[in-house]
Every structure is written in structure tokens, then in C-alpha cells.
T-cell receptor
Framework: ETGVTQTPRHLVMGMTNKKSLKCEQH?????MYWYKQSAKKPLELMFV???????ENNSVPSRFSPECPNSSHLFLHLHTLQPEDSALYLC????????????FGDGTRLSIL | GQNIDQPTEMTATEGAIVQINCTYQ??????LFWYQQHAGEAPTFLSY??LDGLEEKGRFSSFLSRSKGYSYLLLKELQMKDSASYLC??????????WGAGTKLIIKP
């Protein structure tokens, strides 16, 4: 139990569907992150939120839309995805202090048909 | 560009010692992290180095040389449960984490 919960754990969707990934952290952290993890590739940072404000958007296509209603919750809204978007999507949180690590959820395994 | 290099895969024997290397070229340095990730699970934090030298934590140790852009993770008395991927990540001058692709460690009886 990492203190970061992601739902759903698995998601299969067609290219025309709209779905959302949810992340909740119970650690009192003020920063939350979305990462994409593809096989044999480094983690790709997608979005960063600090105190609910988006501070980073690493050139992510607009078909991915993040939402952070409060410091404990983070969503990733998906629409008209492509097959190359199939990957493990990881959520993480941190206290924002330099030496403190990020804590990860178990991820959502996304498959695009 | 920024780059983190780790071996893709390593194999070791139960009870032995293994060293996983990580070399980095980043714009600035504000610390290096090692994470463990079992298949289908969350990456979990193992160690943090910001000064040169060795940090020991039970069976796991991590070493850093900033002048060489080099770190290693040392695992002693290997157990089957240590089979996992090990991720190296460096915090750059903008305090962003730059990740390696991970090293898959296979432990054999």
C-alpha cells in the first residue's frame, strides 16, 4: 500500500471512446504527477500539479486532458486516443521537498483497440 | 540532451551480490534516486544520493560519484523476491526527474 490509489487498474477502449483515469493520494502531499510508462522506455513525465496548479505540460497531445480539483485528487481525461497511446499510466505524489521521493500508484494498464 | 544509461537486463544467483550501474548526463544535478518496480506494481523508493559516497540501507547500498556522472545500486544476499526492475532517476537543475529505462534483474535459484 503506497498511499496512492489509481482506478481502474485495467482499461480497454476504442479510439473513439472517452474515458477518465483517477488518482487519489492519502499522504498529504502537495504535488501530483502523471507519467506514461512504455515497455523498455524511460518514464515519460506528462503533467505536474503543485497545490492544484498545473506547472508542467511536457508537450502532451491534447487528446490527454488533466484535471486536479484538489491536492488529493488527479484525473486524466482521455478521448480519441491512438494505438500508440497503449501503455501503463502512473500517478505519483510528493511533498515537493528536494530530497523527498515521489510515491507511485500501481498504474492503469491502458489498451487502445 | 539529457540521458540516463542503465543495462537493460541482468541475471544473478540467489544469495549472491549484484551491482547495477547508472551513468547520467544531465543539465545540472540535484540528487539521484533508485526505485524498485515489480511487474504490474508501483515503483517504490529505495535510496537517495546527493553527495558523493555510499549510502547503506540493509541489504541495499547506493553509491554516487558526481564528477563521473555515475551511480550504482548494490544488492547483497540476493533473494528471489529481488527479481524486479530497478530504475535510476536524476533530478536536474530545474528539479525535474530524468528517468532511465530501468534494469530488469532476474534472480535464479
Amino acid at each position: 500500500e503506497t498511499g496512492v490509489t489509481q482506478t481502474p487498474r485495467h482499461l480497454v477502449m476504442g479510439m473513439t471512446n472517452k474515458k477518465s483515469l483517477k488518482c487519489e493520494q492519502h499522504l498529504g502531499h502537495n504535488a501530483m504527477y502523471w507519467y506514461k510508462q512504455s515497455a523498455k522506455k524511460p518514464l515519460e513525465l506528462m503533467f505536474v500539479y503543485n497545490f492544484k496548479e498545473q506547472t508542467e505540460n511536457n508537450s502532451v497531445p491534447s487528446r490527454f486532458s488533466p484535471e486536479c480539483p484538489n491536492s488529493s485528487h488527479l484525473f486524466l481525461h482521455l478521448h480519441t486516443l491512438q494505438p500508440e497511446d497503449s501503455a501503463l499510466y502512473l500517478c505519483a505524489s510528493s511533498s515537493g521537498t528536494e530530497s523527498q521521493p515521489q510515491h507511485f500508484g500501481d498504474g492503469t494498464r491502458l489498451s487502445i483497440l | 540532451g539529457q540521458n540516463i544509461d542503465q543495462p537493460t537486463e541482468m541475471t544473478a544467483t540467489e544469495g549472491a551480490i549484484v551491482q547495477i550501474n547508472c551513468t547520467y548526463q544531465t543539465s545540472g544535478f540535484n540528487g539521484l534516486f533508485w526505485y524498485q518496480q515489480h511487474a504490474g506494481e508501483a515503483p517504490t523508493f529505495l535510496s537517495y544520493n546527493v553527495l558523493d559516497g555510499l549510502e547503506e540501507k540493509g541489504r541495499f547500498s547506493s553509491f554516487l560519484s558526481r564528477s563521473k556522472g555515475y551511480s550504482y545500486l548494490l544488492l547483497k544476499e540476493l533473494q528471489m523476491k529481488d527479481s524486479a526492475s530497478y530504475l535510476c532517476a536524476v533530478r536536474d537543475s530545474n528539479y525535474q526527474l530524468i528517468w532511465g529505462a530501468g534494469t530488469k534483474l532476474i534472480i535464479k535459484p
